[in-house]
T-cell receptor, first 115, second 117 residues
Framework: GDSVTQTEGPVTVSESESLIINCTYS????????LFWYVRYPGEGLQLLLK?????QKGSSRGFEATYNKETTSFHLQKASVQESDSAVYYC????????????FGKGTHLHVLP | ETAVFQTPNYHVTQVGNEVSFNCKQT?????MYWYKQDSKKLLKIMFS???????VNETVPRRFSPQSSDKAHLNLRIKSVEPEDSAVYLC????????????????FGEGSKLTVL
């Protein structure tokens, strides 16, 4: 079935270090699903961080980047230099079928950034 | 700025009781959702409504029933709760042009945490 697998947390890094959170997907309904990263900051609701709908393209937001790799079915989230304010839970997600009103989420990765 | 409002934020109850969660969105969206986040933090879709019409109904026990009075409201009723219903229930909304530029862009509330004793 359609699913998303991402790095098990928690992940702890120090401020200014680089970060990568792995995400791989499986989509049976459609060859190239739309891919997303959502984020939940402490005390806030889950919100969209970035999305990529075309294989091979890269999305970016708030210093984070993710590239849609159809060969490895991956959509890893990266940041060159994290800040303490990046501490949050990050969810990789996909839309398996543009005719179906649903988004499939991974389990989330809790990121702690130490000052 | 929050635009999807859920009440209550927390609810503790006993097995067999009935519970209702309310959700309202002020974004003018056509589609609303309920997701369940269990103890393992997995987010699973339960229901989707588009213009008050049920369009996604995942494998959910019959004791769960969504209720939509208009496009801006989607409530969730749980009749006779079970211990496995303990979870965080997240309401979300999205533009109605699914398949267009806004595909997959959901706006979430802060969640309603249910504890069943």
């Amino acid at each position: 079935g359609d699913s998303v697998t991402q790095t098990e947390g928690p992940v702890t890094v120090s401020e200014s270090e680089s970060l990568i959170i792995n995400c791989t997907y499986s989509a049976t309904s459609i060859a190239y699903p739309n891919l997303f990263w959502y984020v939940r900051y402490p005390g806030e609701g889950l919100q969209l961080l970035l999305k990529v709908i075309t294989a091979g393209q890269k999305g970016s937001s708030r210093g984070f980047e993710a590239t849609y790799n159809k060969e490895t079915t991956s959509f890893h989230l990266q940041k060159a230099s994290v800040q303490e304010s990046d501490s949050a839970v990050y969810y990789c997600a996909l839309v398996p079928d543009t005719n179906a009103y649903k988004v499939i989420f991974g389990k989330g990765t809790h990121l702690h950034v130490l000052p | 700025e929050t635009a999807v409002f859920q009440t209550p934020n927390y609810h503790v109850t006993q097995v067999g009781n009935e519970v209702s969660f309310n959700c309202k969105q002020t974004l003018g969206h056509d589609t609303m959702y309920w997701y369940k986040q269990d103890s393992k933090k997995l987010l699973k879709i339960m229901f989707s409504y588009n213009n008050k019409q049920l369009i996604v109904n995942e494998t959910v026990p019959r004791r769960f029933s969504p209720q939509s009075s208009d496009k801006a409201h989607l409530n969730l009723r749980i009749k006779s709760v079970e211990p496995e219903d303990s979870a965080v229930y997240l309401c979300a909304s999205s533009h109605g042009d699914w398949g267009g530029a806004n595909t997959g862009q959901l706006y979430f509330g802060e969640g309603s945490k249910l504890t069943v004793l």
